[in-house]
């Protein structure tokens, strides 16, 4: 059976939706096999027991040494490891379509004579031309969808997170610890790192969450953010931003919804004060449920609301915010 | 101090895009022509990168022989140079085959600094920087919000999922940045015409040598695009005093399976 390589990341950060995503698509296809970057001691049994647990099948695991403090390098080199250990019988590399996974990929897809394919959703066997992957693109927000695959090497590909099934489990997953042994290119060097500012700790993150609330310029201030972020607070929901509410300095950039910020499609999708600029639908409109809030009646968001409300945020916010502590009295 | 600045001509996220659904590739004819606006922010960043470091700007750009607009405006704005490779066929090139080329475009320009943006507005992979450096073996210091140099290393802040990182490059390196990183530069009268006098040099895929023999070979093929049906207006409703609860049963019933 065709193998898979995903790459699921640092052990420390390696468990995530985006890990499940990989490994379930890679398991349509093929058997799933992860890889992660440790430190020399390899991967915990716990870690490797969660992997197997989500469907790989094995766990291929590297000490990333130097590559650990420089960007990139380290995980190219960790993935080309991997894709030498296989020899052959390798149908595709996955990585996470992160900011730092589709580089990974990238210069993943020129070491080995590969090719890169991004923004995916869906990967199946084709038709009529077995062993050639074909996969399934989001394009500008989901306005297109289109359908492709790699003519020459080995696909990497970069799938989105919150895709695909879950894998079925996996007995075990006998761990391989890869050697680096190569001298790393030139790289720049992370001298420290801190959490986003806006990350929210206890927040779930912009891309996979199940309901979004984001605000917009018609919010009118920081304060009035807040009424944002206390309506997330309330379902449990991620807290977005349109760009003008960003640009207005109402909240942190990393919340941008758009298409230069986070493409997301939860099942919900709230819209406070956005108007709703084409650059900001092209970040939300695959959304199942759109609702929206604007004081304008001509707000383009309307055109893509199930549910549209004209008027005041502060005014409806504070009915919203009692209807739900009722609601969740009632439940 | 030598920066070259990567710049791409794209659609107008402004207006509707099309694809030609027969070939796969962006319909360029349907919709105005512009910079992508983080190219143009990048062109800032080098600008102010290359202060008080005897600066030398190159734009470079690869494109339809009408993306030679989009360097020309580079030079309205600073750059003192601009390379074009334009060639029928690299119509619709993927990734590999365009960090092949962008390659061997900067190889002859031998840059001590390359700048990009942190992703394009139509392809949006934010992958060809990382790529580019891969082929050049240029030290990839990418998705900085903020950046500076002392001629010698690259300082910079990066934001991606796992958090803020403060790194350091040395040179050459390769900088893409976010829109936080520098204001768009407008171009003056002035500058308008100083551009007329710099040099813009126009290449073929067999000017660039052997990377460009590897760039003509496609790795990638689109099999269909297809326009996903757009989304239609709702119910819409005024406020009166109970459009709250209304929001909080259609988030309930959305989401109670």
Redesign the interface.
């Known amino acids: 059976m065709a193998r898979v390589l995903c790459y699921v990341g640092r052990a420390a950060?390696a468990l995530s939706e985006a890990t499940t995503s990989l490994l379930g698509v890679a398991a349509g296809v093929g058997e799933p096999i992860a890889v992660v970057a440790t430190g020399p001691e390899g991967p915990s049994p716990e870690l490797v027991a969660e992997l197997a647990r989500r469907g790989a099948s094995a766990v291929y695991a590297g000490d990333l040494g130097d590559g650990a403090g420089l960007?990139?390098?380290g995980e190219?080199a960790l993935l080309e490891a991997a894709v030498g250990a296989l020899g052959g019988g390798l149908a595709a590399v996955l990585v996470p379509s992160?900011?730092?996974g589709?580089?990974?990929?990238?210069?993943l897809?020129?070491?080995i004579g590969?090719?890169?394919?991004?923004?995916v959703v869906a990967l199946d066997a084709g038709q009529g031309d077995p062993g050639r992957l074909?996969t399934t693109h989001d394009?500008?927000g989901?306005?297109?969808?289109?359908?492709?695959?790699?003519?020459?090497?080995v696909?990497v590909i970069?799938v989105r997170a919150g895709v695909g099934g879950a894998a079925p489990a996996a007995q075990e997953a006998p761990v391989a610890m890869l050697e680096l042994t190569g001298s790393l290119?030139?790289?720049?060097?992370?001298?420290?790192?801190?959490?986003?500012?806006a990350?929210g700790a206890d927040r779930p993150?912009l891309g996979v969450a199940?309901?979004v609330v984001a605000g917009g310029r018609g919010v009118g201030s920081v304060e009035g953010f807040g009424l944002v972020e206390e309506v997330a607070e309330a379902?449990g929901a991620a807290v977005g931003a349109s760009r003008a509410a960003v640009e207005a300095g109402y909240c942190d950039?990393?919340l941008q919804v758009g298409?230069?910020g986070v493409i997301v499609a939860p099942?919900?999708y709230?819209a406070l004060g956005i108007s709703g600029a084409?650059?900001h639908r092209?970040g939300m409109?695959?959304s199942?449920?759109?609702?929206a809030?604007n004081k304008d009646?001509e707000a383009p968001i309307?055109?893509?609301?199930?549910?549209?409300?004209?008027?005041?945020v502060h005014?409806?916010?504070?009915?919203?915010?009692?209807?739900?502590a009722e609601?969740g009295a009632a439940s | 101090m030598k920066i070259a600045v990567l710049v791409k001509q794209v659609p107008d996220?402004?207006?509707?895009?099309h694809?030609d659904t027969a070939t796969?590739r962006v319909d360029r004819d349907r919709s105005d022509a512009v910079a992508s606006?983080?190219d143009e922010r990048a062109l800032a960043a080098a600008i102010a990168l290359g202060a008080g470091h005897d600066p030398e700007v190159v734009a470079v750009t690869m494109g339809p022989v009408g993306s030679a607009a989009v360097v020309r405006r580079c030079l309205a704005v600073g750059a003192d140079a601009a390379v074009q490779i334009t060639d029928d066929r690299l119509a619709g090139a993927?990734?590999?085959q365009t960090?092949h080329v962008i390659a061997a475009a900067l190889r002859a320009i031998e840059p001590d600094v390359v700048v990009a943006g942190f992703?394009s507005?139509?392809g949006?992979?934010?992958?060809?920087?990382?790529?580019v450096?891969?082929?050049l073996?240029?030290?990839?210091?990418?998705?900085l919000?903020s950046v500076e140099t002392d001629g010698q290393v690259?300082h910079g802040e990066?934001?991606?999922?796992?958090?803020?990182?403060?790194?350091?490059?040395?040179l050459?390196?390769l900088v893409s940045v976010?829109?936080?990183a520098a204001e768009i530069l407008v171009a003056g009268l002035k500058g308008i015409m100083a551009a007329k006098r710099k040099p813009l040099t126009v290449l073929g895929l067999d000017e660039l040598g052997s990377g460009g023999a590897r760039a003509a070979?496609?790795?990638?093929?689109?099999?269909?695009?297809?326009?996903?049906a757009?989304?239609?207006?709702?119910?819409?409703?005024?406020?009166d005093?109970?459009?709250?609860?209304?929001?909080?049963?259609?988030?309930?019933g959305?989401?109670n399976n």
């Open positions: 950060q960007l990139t390098v190219v992160s900011t730092a589709r580089e990974i990929g990238g210069r897809a020129l070491r590969g090719a890169l394919l991004v923004d074909v394009v500008w989901g306005s297109f969808v289109s359908r492709a695959h790699a003519t020459a090497g696909p970069a290119p030139p790289a720049a060097r992370i001298v420290g790192t801190r959490p986003a500012e990350a993150a199940d309901i379902l950039k990393s298409q230069t099942r919900v709230l084409l650059q092209m409109q695959t199942e449920v759109v609702i809030v009646s309307f055109e893509i609301a199930d549910l549209g409300v004209v008027g005041d005014a409806i916010v504070p009915q919203l915010l009692t209807a739900l609601n | 996220t402004g207006q509707d895009r694809f796969g606006e983080i993927d990734l590999v960090a992703k507005s139509d949006g992979a934010g992958a060809l920087p990382a790529m450096a891969e082929i073996g240029l030290a990839q210091a990418t998705q919000r690259i990066r934001v991606d999922e796992a958090g803020v990182h403060t790194m350091t490059a040395p050459p390196a976010t829109e936080e070979q496609p790795t990638t093929a689109v099999l269909e695009v297809v326009r996903r757009a989304r239609t207006r709702g119910r819409v409703i005024h406020d005093g109970q459009a709250g609860a209304e929001i909080a049963a259609l988030i309930a959305s989401t």
